[in-house]
């Protein structure tokens, strides 16, 4: 870690107040945006979806605001991985793959003397472990995974499969919901899933991008099936956004 991220991140352990917390949030966030630009609306996107999430579950306002800030700097360790890889519009290799792996454990390295984070920082190591424990980075199962992780997991699903990346257009709500429930169980906790489609159907989705217009004449695209090949779905989003393994 450069000298300079260093300095940052001690400087921001001194905040007091909510008000300087969020302006500490931030200011990684502005971080992480100059070298990857699509990672702040991502990030705030997720957060909204996290929240959502909590508080249908009813979980405490004090614990929907750590959730809040462990969402939006979920893919702060971005900062340790190499903008080629970040970039990179081909499929990564097993060794860039494994780099990437490691922007969880990067990113809860750098908040870990932000002390108001409390339990966010392990839903910041732990957004990408599995229910089925075939995730990274430590390979937790079920339960063991931190509840804020659980949550994130499935926000950051949803925005993956609702967004418009490069290499794909974004896909509608019910298709993205309907596939998070095809990997409850084995990826996801079904009671956030469950968490996140009443919350959207009570709520709505304020931030959903506006569907693009088909050609007349042409039919609508169809709603994916699960496969790694496709990066309508999770597994797909997800793989070609980070590298999961297969």
Avoid at 107 to 112: F, M, N, P, S, Y
Avoid at 130 to 149: Q, T, V
Avoid at 221 to 244: N, Q
């Amino acid at each position: 870690m450069s000298a300079a991220l260093f300095y940052l991140r001690r400087n921001l352990a001194r905040v007091r107040g909510e008000a300087a917390r969020d302006a500490s949030v931030r200011s990684l966030l502005r971080a992480v945006e100059v070298k990857d630009g699509y990672t702040r609306a991502h990030s705030e996107r997720v957060a909204y979806a996290a929240v959502l999430i909590a508080r249908q579950m009813g979980m405490p306002k004090q614990r929907v605001t750590l959730l809040r800030y462990a969402a939006l700097l979920h893919d702060v360790g971005k900062l340790g991985v190499p903008t080629r890889l970040l970039t990179k519009s081909g499929p990564l290799d097993a060794d860039e793959r494994e780099t990437i792996q490691r922007h969880p454990q990067c990113g809860a390295d750098l908040v870990r003397d932000l002390d108001f984070l409390g339990e966010g920082r392990y839903g910041i190591l732990h957004h990408h472990e599995r229910m089925d424990g075939r995730g990274y980075p430590s390979g937790l199962r079920g339960d063991a995974i931190p509840e804020f992780a659980r949550i994130i997991a499935v926000a950051d699903a949803f925005d993956a499969m609702t967004s418009t990346r490069s290499y794909r257009r974004s896909r509608p709500i019910e298709a993205a919901l309907a596939e998070l429930h095809r990997c409850s169980g084995a990826q996801f906790d079904p009671r956030m899933v469950a968490a996140l489609e009443t919350a959207l159907r009570r709520h709505g989705w304020p931030l959903a991008e506006q569907p693009t217009p088909v050609p007349h004449g042409s039919s609508p695209l169809p709603v994916p099936r699960l496969g790694f090949g496709d990066t309508h779905s999770v597994a797909g989003a997800l793989a070609a956004e980070r590298g999961d393994p297969r």
